[in-house]
């Protein structure tokens, strides 16, 4: 058996497969590469893109012999009546408890603007020979989950007696 190019010291370039999925879905523009590093048989790669209007941040990692996939965006509820850090925190764990694969991190509380904001991720972590052979990442399943959070969590709040302007999903709206 032959050896592998890479036991060869043959260096080869990734494909940036993320980037490529992207650039695919209808509904993603604006698709912005921040930082590139593709050498030593790894590609990593951090941007951005839109998607249904709201602004997304994306990590893509290539190596041997793992893949990772992370995205995510920061989303403000607003116009609070109060807010009560302990109801913001309950509804935290609560969302993180029942969304598995997703997550939600308190990222600012403004008590003068009555304002919540949240980060809502979601990551893939594959394996680099499965990713290889059928050349996708399959990210658009986790980005359309992603994008329900910030009614999901909405919800929650509005539960937990968390009063703000909250979130209708058009699905809902029937």
Do not use: W
């Not at 032959?2 to 043959?10: A, F, N, P, T």
């Not at 912005?32 to 893509?60: A, V």
């Not at 399943?141 to 709040?157: M, W």
């Amino acid at each position: 058996m032959g050896l592998s190019i890479v036991e060869q010291g043959v260096l080869v370039k990734k494909v940036n497969i993320a980037v490529k999925e992207l650039n695919e879905m209808d509904e993603v523009e604006n698709i912005s590469i921040d930082k590139e590093d593709n050498n030593n048989n790894r590609l990593m790669c951090s941007g951005e893109f839109d998607f249904f209007g709201i602004h997304y941040y994306f990590f893509y990692v290539h190596s041997d012999p793992l893949v990772i996939f992370q995205s995510s965006f920061v989303f403000t509820f607003e116009k609070f009546i109060t807010i009560d850090e302990l109801t913001i925190y309950r509804a935290l764990n609560y969302f993180n408890d029942k969304n598995l694969g997703l997550k939600a991190t308190l990222y600012e509380i403004n008590h003068d603007k009555k304002e919540v904001s949240v980060e809502f991720s979601s990551g893939l972590l594959l394996e680099s020979e499965r990713v290889e052979k059928n050349q996708t990442v399959d990210i658009q399943p986790g980005i359309l989950l992603l994008s329900k959070c910030s009614v999901k969590f909405s919800k929650i709040l509005i539960e937990n007696g968390a009063k703000h302007d909250y979130l209708v999903d058009s699905d809902d709206e029937e």
